[in-house]
């Protein structure tokens, strides 16, 4: 196993620079990690994520912000453009994406490219999401494109009955943006160890 930093180009001038850290697995299985707001590929769910992911054999990719994006649109197009590149680099691969909040803007890309994925917190309420990203998450459906989709009722971002329509569910009961339950830690500890054995269960028939 080995780990890498790629830098990538951004095609716009303005956009905030950004690179990847590979850690080199099996290079015909390849997931993209991709983070929210305020929320690294450091943070937990990424982070057990990626654990999970490397038992499996993935190799995987982070992406990681050298500095603060100025705008949601900006996200997107970084992502969108991340995940285009990187299947066209490596064509011969499978390809995982791995999104948290934020991280779920690639969806509508993920479906152009029939790219599973696991989406964390994904941006799907009325308030949050835009129709398209909403409209997305049917089409995994309908498309048969597997997808596992993870949230909290306390989450204004999250609304199960799209994420429903869209694939495999993990609905945590009174669980927040970050997958926690305030003022309880362990309940908090409990999530994470849910959220990582349904990422286990997921990719292991991938």
């Given at each position: 196993m080995s780990?890498?930093?790629?830098?990538?180009?951004?095609?716009?001038?303005?956009?905030?620079?950004?690179?990847?850290?590979?850690?080199?697995?099996?290079?015909?299985?390849?997931?993209?990690?991709?983070?929210?707001?305020?929320?690294?590929?450091?943070?937990?769910?990424?982070?057990?994520?990626?654990?999970v992911l490397g038992i499996h054999g993935w190799t995987t990719e982070a992406f990681v912000w050298n500095g603060t994006p100025e705008s949601r649109e900006?996200?997107?197009?970084?992502?969108?453009?991340?995940?285009?590149?990187?299947?066209?680099?490596?064509?011969?691969?499978?390809?995982?994406?791995?999104?948290?909040?934020?991280?779920?803007?690639?969806l509508p890309t993920a479906i152009d490219l029939e790219v599973p994925g696991i989406w964390l917190t994904p941006l799907l309420s009325k308030e949050q999401a835009e129709p398209e990203l909403r409209a997305s998450v049917r089409d995994i459906g309908a498309l048969g494109i597997p997808g596992l989709f993870v949230?909290?009722?306390?989450?204004?971002?999250?609304?199960?009955?799209?994420?429903r329509s869209g694939g495999t569910v993990l609905e945590i009961p009174g669980a927040t943006h970050r997958l926690e339950i305030l003022g309880d830690w362990r309940a908090s500890l409990t999530i994470l160890t849910d959220v990582a054995s349904a990422i286990d269960s997921f990719v292991s028939v991938l």
């Open positions: 780990v890498s930093i790629t830098a990538i180009t951004a095609i716009l001038v303005t956009m905030t620079t950004f690179h990847l850290v590979t850690t080199d697995r099996d290079p015909d299985r390849r997931a993209l990690l991709l983070p929210g707001s305020n929320y690294m590929a450091q943070a937990p769910l990424l982070w057990y994520a990626e654990e900006e996200v997107r197009m970084a992502y969108d453009m991340v995940l285009r590149q990187r299947t066209a680099i490596e064509s011969g691969a499978t390809y995982l994406v791995v999104g948290k909040s934020l991280g779920t803007l690639v949230g909290g009722t306390a989450d204004p971002a999250w609304d199960g009955d799209i994420a």
